[in-house]
Each structure stands twice: as structure tokens, then as C-alpha cells.
């Protein structure tokens, strides 16, 4: 489906809709509009799965519950409640307390603030975001709307980032720049679910780029500022906070060599956020060689990172997978100096277990980042030390190695059950993936070692 190059054919699109045959179906007391998104993304060509309506009459709400065999639940805190049915789409529904143009006008975006009064066939558009949708041009409603809810700064640049083609004009980038400060009262988790989309989204660099422009980057993430102080004092060739955000170029494209989901994909923006955190407080210079180091950069942004994932309400999950890829993405790196022995690919894959994957993509996300892109004789080597990691991997996936012993056989031996026994285990499964140990005889002398050491240590 195409864009609407006229508001009669973005109204001839909305009477089409089932939905809006089925609200019709019935006799309803008041005025019903079809408001915000599902407008937009009509006009845009696209078919909407949510659907946001306004009535003016409440009584009408048992009505429409009557039309789509549903009960709506009820979401939010008085006196803005939002009662929603779910379907084979989502239906989410408000009373009007205003004329429905006023409720238009205070919405985020004019992109966003057009309506469709479904009895009557009218596309109300009080703020012009029809000719935005057609200039694709991201504008604010007006600055009270964005001050009422501070977030909206931030779903601006994630319409930039999702929108192809669309800029912010500049007054709204002045709007978030004068208000930035006000996103640290906004809760973690609405913060975190309005990043999450931007950097799933094709455009996640410019995204981050925008938010780096207009300051917005500093007040969500404050642990930034001394990477971008850090660049200004020392202007050191490689720009830590400009090669962090520039490797967000390279997550989409290199995808394919890794094959990640898009839960897998967002950890690793993450990790390639938070990876160098830890620089400017490390940072030494070896003056008679001329070299920079950044020893333990990776346990500080470690630390740091925890941080700022508590306060944005991540899951368990994501911070503990976030964090191992943080304190492990200088690995492959390290390891591909030097030629790699099988043994060490094998150890790697084996510690890093499914995320093996996930750091292949961070390790060079964060090299092309590095480059700007450029390649040389050194992401020609890491590139192909990575595709071997993966050809290694799936190896081991397909077709994992038996196990040579188990616990029984640990117990046998003499070992009590405990900790003691689980590591003794590990460490035999670890030399065997690196070809350490490759028989059961093998395995079994090596346990025997370690219980000799236990009880005379």
C-alpha cells in the first residue's frame, strides 16, 4: 500500500477500514473518532494493528464492548483512564472530557493528532500533520504539550528514527534542548521502552546521534558526560563516545553472520552503549612509547552499567546478559592478535556458551565503529577470526561432544556432593571443548588430581 498523496484519499482508505464497519454496524449516542497512529500509519501506506478511538458519550462504551464480543479492561490512574478490548487487534478507547479538536491539539505530534469522525466521514487535522506526513517533517504540537509530559521529547526522535525519510524540524529540536532537563523525572521503564524501540530500529545511530545533539543523551545517560569530556580534553584519534554511537551503524548489517533475533540484537546495542563507560577513569598514557591504555576499563563499565540499568527498570535477564558482554568484549580482540590455537576459539565458545553469537557481533560493531566503517588489515583479520568463532559454534551446537564423566562417577571416586564436585565438572567439560583432556581416562586422572589436592590442601 502506497502513501496518500490527498486527505480524500487517506478518508476513502479510513471507510474501508473493518473496523470502522463494524462501529457502524450500530446506533451509538454520541460522536466516535478514530484518533493518533492508525491515522498516521494509513497515510503512510501502512495497515495499523492498534487502534486508539475517542467517544463523547460514556454510555456508548458498553456499546462498542457489545460490537467487538469483548470486555475492555482498564488501564491507567483517574481521571485518565483508557479502557482497552483486545482482539484479533489492539482497541483502546477514551472518553472525551474536551471537543475533540482540543483533545487533538494536546496531543505529542501533529503527525499524531489527526482524527476521523466515523459517522460523519471527516478527517479532522488541526495542526496540519497531513502536509507533515507529507513533507515528512516531525513537529511538536506546541511546547506545553511537551512540557505536560516530558517523555515525548524522546517519541519525537524515536518518530525520527522509525519514520524513513522523516526529519525533526529545528524548532522542535530547540524545544527538546531547552527542556532536556525535565526527562530525569520521567519513570525508568517509560524511558527505557521508547530507547528500546529506537535501537531496534534501522536509524538507531541517527537516533542516538539526535539525542547526543540536543543534550537529551546527558540527562538519560549522565554516566556519558565524561566520555564526551574526556574526547574534548584529550582529542585522542579514537573518540570513545563518537565510536560507541557510530557503532550502531554496523548491528543491522552484520546480522547475518550471526543470525541473532531481535531480543539478542537489543542486548547488544546495549552492551555497545555501556562498553567503554569505564575509559575516562582508567585512561594512562605511556609517554616514552606514545601508547594510551585503558587497563580494567571493562570492570568499571561493568559497574557503571548496573547502575544505570537498576535505574531504568531492566530485566534480570537483560542486565546479567548485558554485563557478560561488557566484561567480556575486549576477548576477541585480545585473542585475535596473535594467531588463535583451537584450544583458546574452543574455551571462548565454551565460557561465552549462547552468547557467543552476541559477542561476535559487539566485537565488531564496536572495531567498525572504531574505523568509521574503514577497512585495513586488522578488521580483515578480526572479521575472519570472528566468522571462524561462528563456524566453530554452530559445529558444537550441531553436534556437542558426549560428555566424558558425570557426577556418579566423581562420587565414586570419593567426592562429596557440593560445589566442590559442580567445579570439579566444569573444569573437565572446559579442557575437553579445548582438547585438553580427550578420553575418559583422561578425565578420570584429572579428578583424581583434584581430590588429592582437596584433602591435602
Same mark, same amino acid.
Given at each position: 500500500m502506497k502513501r496518500c498523496k490527498s486527505r480524500n484519499g487517506l478518508i476513502l482508505r479510513l471507510k474501508n477500514l473493518a473496523i470502522i464497519d463494524r462501529l457502524k454496524s450500530r446506533t451509538l449516542k454520541g460522536k466516535v473518532y478514530l484518533v493518533g497512529g492508525a491515522v498516521r500509519d494509513l497515510a503512510l501506506g501502512k495497515i495499523p494493528n492498534d487502534f486508539d478511538l475517542v467517544l463523547t458519550d460514556?454510555?456508548?462504551?458498553?456499546?462498542?464492548?457489545?460490537?467487538?464480543?469483548?470486555?475492555?479492561?482498564?488501564?491507567?490512574?483517574?481521571?485518565?483512564?483508557?479502557?482497552?478490548?483486545?482482539?484479533?487487534?489492539?482497541?483502546?478507547?477514551?472518553?472525551?472530557?474536551?471537543?475533540?479538536?482540543?483533545?487533538?491539539?494536546?496531543?505529542?505530534?501533529?503527525?499524531?493528532?489527526?482524527?476521523?469522525?466515523?459517522?460523519?466521514?471527516?478527517?479532522?487535522?488541526?495542526?496540519?500533520?497531513?502536509?507533515?506526513?507529507?513533507?515528512?517533517?516531525?513537529? !511538536? /504540537?506546541?511546547?506545553?504539550?511537551?512540557?505536560?509530559?516530558?517523555? %515525548?521529547?524522546? $517519541?519525537? +526522535? &524515536? =518518530?525520527? @528514527?522509525?519514520?524513513?525519510? !522523516? /526529519?525533526?524540524?529545528?524548532?522542535?529540536?530547540?524545544?527538546?534542548? %531547552?527542556?532536556? $532537563?525535565? +526527562? &530525569? =523525572?520521567? @519513570?525508568?521503564?517509560?524511558?527505557?521502552?521508547?530507547?528500546?524501540?529506537?535501537?531496534?530500529?534501522?536509524?538507531?545511530?541517527?537516533?542516538?546521534?539526535?539525542?547526543?545533539?540536543?543534550?537529551?543523551?546527558?540527562?538519560?545517560?549522565?554516566?556519558?558526560?565524561?566520555?564526551?569530556?574526556?574526547?574534548?580534553?584529550?582529542n585522542l584519534r579514537l573518540k570513545v563516545l563518537n565510536h560507541t554511537l557510530y557503532g550502531l551503524k554496523f548491528l543491522k548489517p552484520l546480522k547475518r553472520i550471526t543470525g541473532l533475533d531481535e531480543t539478542e540484537m537489543l542486548n547488544v546495542a546495549y552492551a555497545l552503549l555501556f562498553h567503554d563507560l569505564g575509559k575516562p577513569v582508567t585512561f594512562s598514557l605511556d609517554e616514552k612509547k606514545g601508547i594510551v591504555h585503558f587497563f580494567g576499563h571493562e570492570k568499571i563499565s561493568q559497574e557503571m552499567a548496573r547502575k544505570i540499568m537498576e535505574r531504568l527498570r531492566f530485566s534480570n535477564s537483560e542486565i546479567k546478559t548485558i554485563l557478560t558482554l561488557v566484561k567480556s568484549h575486549m576477548w576477541i580482540f585480545l585473542l585475535s592478535k596473535e594467531s588463535p590455537t583451537d584450544k583458546a576459539t574452543r574455551r571462548l565458545i565454551l565460557r561465552m556458551g549462547d552468547l557467543t553469537p552476541s559477542l561476535v557481533l559487539l566485537t565488531l560493531c564496536d572495531m567498525f565503529g572504531t574505523t568509521e566503517g574503514r577497512r585495513n588489515e586488522t578488521t580483515r583479520r578480526i572479521m575472519a577470526y570472528a566468522k571462524l568463532i561462528m563456524e566453530n559454534y554452530r559445529e558444537l551446537k550441531k553436534e556437542p561432544p558426549p560428555k566424558l564423566v558425570d557426577g556418579y562417577d566423581l562420587l565414586s571416586l570419593g567426592y562429596e556432593e557440593?560445589?566442590?564436585?559442580?567445579?570439579?565438572?566444569?573444569?573437565?567439560?572446559?579442557?575437553?571443548?579445548?582438547?585438553?583432556?580427550?578420553?575418559?581416562?583422561?578425565?578420570?586422572?584429572?579428578?583424581?588430581?583434584?581430590?588429592?589436592?582437596?584433602?591435602?590442601?
Open positions: 460514556a454510555e456508548d462504551l458498553e456499546k462498542v464492548e457489545e460490537i467487538f464480543e469483548r470486555k475492555a479492561i482498564v488501564l491507567g490512574k483517574k481521571p485518565l483512564h483508557i479502557h482497552r478490548i483486545c482482539t484479533d487487534y489492539t482497541i483502546d478507547i477514551t472518553i472525551a472530557d474536551k471537543d475533540i479538536e482540543d483533545d487533538l491539539k494536546r496531543r505529542d505530534l501533529t503527525i499524531n493528532a489527526m482524527g476521523y469522525d466515523v459517522f460523519d466521514e471527516i478527517l479532522l487535522d488541526p495542526l496540519g500533520g497531513f502536509e507533515d506526513l507529507i513533507s515528512k517533517i516531525i513537529r !511538536f /504540537s506546541d511546547e506545553v504539550a511537551l512540557i505536560s509530559d516530558p517523555l %515525548r521529547m524522546l $517519541k519525537g +526522535i &524515536r =518518530h525520527y @528514527a522509525t519514520l524513513k525519510g !522523516f /526529519s525533526i524540524n529545528s524548532l522542535s529540536r530547540e524545544m527538546i534542548s %531547552r527542556n532536556r $532537563k525535565m +526527562i &530525569r =523525572h520521567v @519513570a525508568g521503564e517509560r524511558i527505557k521502552y521508547e530507547l528500546d524501540l529506537i535501537l531496534r530500529s534501522d536509524m538507531a545511530y541517527e537516533g542516538l546521534k539526535l539525542m547526543e545533539e540536543t543534550g537529551l543523551l546527558f540527562d538519560i545517560f549522565p554516566e556519558f558526560i565524561p566520555l564526551r569530556d574526556f574526547d574534548k580534553q584529550y557440593g560445589p566442590y564436585l559442580g567445579k570439579v565438572l566444569k573444569e573437565i567439560r572446559e579442557k575437553q571443548i579445548s582438547m585438553e583432556i580427550k578420553s575418559r581416562d583422561e578425565a578420570l586422572e584429572y579428578a583424581k588430581k583434584c581430590l588429592i589436592k582437596l584433602k591435602s590442601g
